[in-house]
């Protein structure tokens, strides 16, 4: 009975934030506790069933992620799996994060959040989801109990045991998915080592592995991503991390796959999004969803200050 009530309560929470409603601070406290719950259960490298439909950087843009739903249909009669980058940069990083968690909590095998780079207290203090939460709850609460979820968060996924999914990408500390599934990741993102690529990392024509310029994470060539692949018996390595002007990008051949869901990132890049659904199978595995930013949000942010960490 209670676990029905309880059921009720989190469609009655889901149903609101759909609307972009906030949920009060003690509604973000029993979320949060449910969902540290069911995310402490999941392996560093999450096995999830195909059909999927895959989801890359969000940011906040909580107009754009109904218009994802309204493309790729609703959770959970569309089995999902968000690659991470759910805050900072868009106006909405509360809405569409306690969303996404309200969904993970109420349908755990329906929906799979991988962390992100932006899934982290020091980021999160400097590109607005600490600002926002200071702004629409008066205090940092709502900020610490979600980013104490950070933490909880899988590192990666592996769609039928042949599609490795990841925020950023691979590491050259890491050769094999089981030294991933050894990493204690219930921490604050570090400043490397392989936790820290995982998260940050990007492919791009080069031999071998060279230091990012991001400043944390690597680069890495095809020769690094055609080893991992064949040494883990893998299809591709499917990641998000870097916008891509038409929404998804192929690398290498089709060694690894960018998938971009933020569309008109930061409400100026005037790139499309792409949502990737992978059904398996022998020949063409999947096919891409593309889609612009909603209307609704370009009357909801009119007049609105732009933060300085747009500019």
């Known amino acids: ?11 009655h929470q889901i149903e609101r934030l759909r609307r972009g409603e906030i949920i009060t601070e003690l509604e973000v406290e ?4 449910k969902a540290r719950e069911i995310l402490m259960q999941e392996s560093n490298v999450q096995p999830v069933d195909s059909p999927v439909t895959v989801c890359g950087d969000i940011h906040g843009q909580f107009y754009d992620l109904k218009e994802l739903f309204k493309v790729g249909g609703d959770c959970p009669s569309t089995n999902y799996l968000f690659l991470g980058d759910f805050v900072d940069r868009g106006f909405y990083s ?10 993970k909590v109420r349908y755990a095998d329906r929906i799979t959040l991988i962390r992100g780079n932006h899934e982290s207290r020091q980021i999160t203090q400097v590109y607005g989801f600490y600002d926002e939460c200071m702004r629409k709850y008066g205090s940092a609460y709502v900020w610490q109990l979600c980013t104490d979820v950070f933490d909880y968060l899988t590192l990666s996924a592996m769609i039928d045991n042949e599609v490795f999914c990841v925020h950023g990408g691979l590491s050259p500390s890491i050769t094999t998915l089981d030294q991933i599934r050894t990493i204690n990741r219930k921490m604050e993102v570090p400043h490397d080592g392989p936790m820290c ?15 990012s310029p991001r400043g944390a994470g690597y680069i890495f060539g095809a020769d690094a991503a055609n080893k991992f692949l064949d ?16 929404g998804y990008k192929w690398h290498f051949g089709e060694a690894v796959l960018t998938v971009w869901s933020a569309p008109n990132y930061c409400y100026r890049c005037g790139n499309v999004a792409a949502i990737f659904e992978y059904h398996g199978g022998m020949d063409a595995p999947g096919k891409f969803k593309i889609f612009s ?3 609704q949000e370009l009357r909801s942010t009119a007049g609105r200050v732009v933060p300085e960490y747009f500019l």
Do not use: I, Y
């Open 94 to 103: 509360v809405e569409t994060f306690l969303l996404l968690l309200a969904l």
């Open 231 to 246: 040494l883990n018996k893998t299809r591709l390595v499917c990641r998000a991390h870097q916008l891509v002007m038409e």
């Open 1 to 11: 009975e209670r676990a029905a009530m309880e059921g009720s309560d989190l469609d």
């Open 197 to 211: 690529d995982l998260l940050w990392s990007d492919p791009e024509d080069t031999e071998g592995w060279v230091v």
């Open 293 to 295: 930013e909603a209307q």
């Open 30 to 33: 029993s979320l949060c506790s």
